[in-house]
């Protein structure tokens, strides 16, 4: 259990953005603080990751909402080479 909120969130995902050959990833992040605006912007980040193409994310346990869920979805929509999407929300 950690305490990262939006603000940490969406830093990892910019900093993960950066890595342009990510192809594999999975983040266990549940039961932590983060909420519609971390989720929103950690899945905008993502979306640069243009050779992800396998993703597991573990999101149980934040605060994220109908709001987050939808951003996170909306933004991942954009990975163009994403063949495999795990969620736990």
Known sequence: ENQIGDEGASGLGS????????????LQLYRNQIG???ASG???ALANCI???N???Y???NQIGD?????LG?????????SNLTFDL
């Open 15 to 26: 900093a993960l953005a950066n890595c342009i050959n990510l192809s594999n990833l999975t």
């Open 36 to 38: 519609d605006e971390g």
């Open 42 to 44: 950690l899945g905008s």
């Open 51 to 53: 050779n992800l193409s």
């Open 55 to 57: 993703l597991t994310l």
């Open 59 to 61: 999101l149980g346990s």
């Open 67 to 71: 709001e987050g869920a939808s951003g």
């Open 74 to 82: 909306s933004a991942l929509s954009n990975c163009i080479n994403l």
